[in-house]
């Protein structure tokens, strides 16, 4: 195939879209293949908030080519999910017309793909029409566990994970059937999931976790966490008995 994305029959084959986790924050984390994917990248797609940088372009930027195209999908944070399946629609079509050019868009994620992250949505309006591949990448629970020095399960214990979002109902339901939980996109929510978690008696046991692998991580017993939380923070419940043994 040429480097139009012409084959030698005279037809344009359908580029691939690669969704490409970039880790949680620190560049080093991202790996060998995404690295690969990134550098020789033509077309680079990233999700971002209205206004705001990408945080998946930023973790990417020291291996960005010197030259390539740039989609750039915002996607607004709203309870609403109107607005946001609007921005993924309008996001699919954009990366459509490049691929249906013959050219590969490589889509920056932040952590992992297919973990909580937005390639997830546009995977669905794609795949059924062209080549969609995921790459894996460092997600934030193990970045998480690893600045705070804390296994996050060990031989037959179960690892839940667990969004903020949910209600103090279903929190506490799901936190009393697993041996560690990671709760994620703490955000707003801190005072609310710290009352529940002494309530629970599982205050000694968990630890916050703000911006791993970023800059200005901070990691601290729950006790001693701020007043208030940014949405890349977390926090780590290990209910279990000593986690060393």
Do not use: N
């Not at 206004?51 to 998946?56: M, P, W």
């Amino acid at each position: 195939m040429s480097a139009s994305g012409e084959s030698v029959s005279g037809r344009v084959k359908p580029g691939v879209m690669f969704g490409v986790g970039v880790g949680p924050g620190d560049a080093e984390l991202i790996t060998l293949k995404a690295a690969r994917l990134i550098g020789a990248a033509q077309v680079v797609a990233y999700p971002a908030l209205p206004g705001r940088e990408s945080l998946a372009r930023e973790i990417a930027a020291p291996l960005l080519p010197g030259v390539f195209e740039e989609l750039r999908i915002e996607v607004p944070m709203t309870a609403e999910r109107a607005p946001a399946q609007a921005a993924y629609d309008a996001g699919a079509a954009r990366i459509a017309e490049v691929l249906e050019r013959g050219r590969d868009v490589v889509f920056l994620c932040a952590g992992d793909p297919l973990f909580y992250g937005s390639f997830m949505y546009l995977q669905a309006r794609l795949c059924g029409r062209f080549a969609v591949r995921a790459v894996p990448g460092v997600a934030s629970p193990m970045a998480a566990a690893a600045a705070a020095g804390l296994p996050l399960a060990a031989r037959d214990e179960v690892l839940t994970m667990l969004p903020a979002t949910l209600d103090d109902a279903a929190l506490r339901e799901r936190l009393q059937l697993c041996d560690s939980a990671a709760i994620m996109k703490v955000g707003r929510h801190l005072a609310r999931l710290r009352a529940l978690l002494d309530d629970m008696g599982l205050t000694a046991r968990a630890h916050y976790v703000e911006r791993a692998a970023m800059a200005g991580e901070v990691i601290r017993p729950l006790a001693e966490a701020p007043d208030a939380a940014p949405y890349f923070s977390m926090i780590l419940v290990m209910k279990g008995a000593d986690p060393w043994l």
